[in-house]
């Protein structure tokens, strides 16, 4: 249950320093949960992220029938069922705050022999869902939305999907993923065409499991009927959650910090390029592969920062990255401006209203455009804002809360534990002067 009153405070401190391992990557274990599930064999998970979102992930596969074996900390073993071997839910999938297990669970779901709703809290209930049930209708699903095209949704067994060629008109990792996981149950094959690049976890992880998913450029496929074979997955720290740490050091004078073993999948790593451009010192050492993703060990001083325009083509790079970004920018000098993100909008929450609303509470001009934001550097001085319950809002303003001179007092941050368990102790580590009350 939500605690409405949970919230942080964070008050203007010494440099952050010393090293730090980031949790699991969020997006890469909710994959490793779904696919294990579905491949033959067992699938042994390591660094997975005991998030509430990836935890629904697993609650959801273990009502379906799949047992998910702890095996140290992070780590656990899926004893896979196979393609067909889902068993029905004797319940609704509550799905929590998580977009990406509801857009994926989606596709797959449209595939088995049974009937399954989907549902989840009231952020997840207001976002679009359409993107994935639109299309997947086009292969034969039948979903069942409310007015809205949101959740819950009532995802009909049985049906027969045909795979067919999609052009999307947003680059989303969801959508593709959701595509895809439905081309695994179509006759035939599933192509999907992007816009922009997004994330390709999926392309990876199901090519780890010995299925055949072409890639050339921006398009992938998938042949129906293939069935995934059990591996090994090492999930790296997540970089979306590295990012809070990398900007409060960014921004805080004198700081120095390193935090080992990040996935820096190009796909993902826009936020990297953006600090750079802003004139962040990033420096990335050990770059190796963890399995089928790459990961480096990042470190991150101090710097004087400047206000960029950030070119679009970057944006789907760095999606979730911009309430973090937002408060670097809030720190740089100069102007920073983001256009051709209107998905930032129907995130957890909308995270441009948020952050125009929040950054105004603490000090700093900005101004709200329909797909972007424009953000004056300068001019932080502290304050109360509201995280609108977005896991992302909240710890992109404990970071700005370092360099805060009045402090910031973030409310509701609950959803937090959605993506980073240990966010509080983990940057009091490195020095944030950070509470939690309630
Ligand atoms: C995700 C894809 C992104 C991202 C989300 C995780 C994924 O969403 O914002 O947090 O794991 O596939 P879109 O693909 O809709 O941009």
Known sequence: MTQKTHSFRVRAG???????????????????????ALADGTTTVEGFLQGEDCLATRR??????????DIADAAMRIHGVGLHGLSAPGCDLDLGNSGTSMRLMC?????????????????????????????????????????????????????????RAF???????????????????????????EPGISRDHTERMLTSFGVDV???????????????????IE???????????LVAAAITPQSDISLPNVGVNPSRAGVLKILEMMGAQVELTNVRAAGAEPVADLRIRA????????????????????????????????????TGAAELRVKESDRIAAMAAGLQAVGVTVEEQADGITVQGGGVTGGVVESHDDHRIAMAFAALGSVAPDGIEIR???NVRTSFPGFVPLMAALGLVIEEAS
């Open 14 to 36: 010494g440099p952050l320093r010393g090293s730090a391992t980031v949790p699991g990557d969020k997006s890469i274990s909710h994959r490793a949960v779904m696919f294990g």
């Open 60 to 69: 959801a596969f273990e009502a379906m029938g799949v047992v998910c074996e």
């Open 107 to 163: 596709g797959l779901l449209s595939g088995q022999s049974f009937s399954t709703t989907l549902s989840g809290d009231a952020s997840l209930s207001r976002r679009p869902m359409r993107r994935v049930t639109d299309p997947l209708s086009q292969m034969g699903a039948r979903i069942d939305a409310t007015d809205e095209g949101t959740a819950p949704l009532r995802i009909h067994g049985g049906q027969p999907l045909s795979g």
């Open 167 to 193: 052009q999307l008109s947003i680059a989303s990792a969801q959508v593709k993923s959701a595509l895809l996981l439905a081309g695994l149950y179509a006759d035939g094959t599933t192509r999907v065409d």
């Open 214 to 232: 072409p890639v050339q450029g921006r398009r992938c496929s998938v042949r129906g009927g293939q069935r995934l074979t059990a591996t090994r």
């Open 235 to 245: 999930v790296p720290a997540d970089l979306s959650s590295a990012t809070f740490p």
């Open 303 to 338: 710097s004087a920062l400047h206000g960029v325009d950030i070119p679009p083509a970057l944006v789907p790079l760095a999606i979730d990255e911009f309430p973090a970004l937002l408060v670097a920018a809030a720190c740089a000098q100069g102007r920073t401006r983001i």
């Open 412 to 414: 509701d941050v609950a």
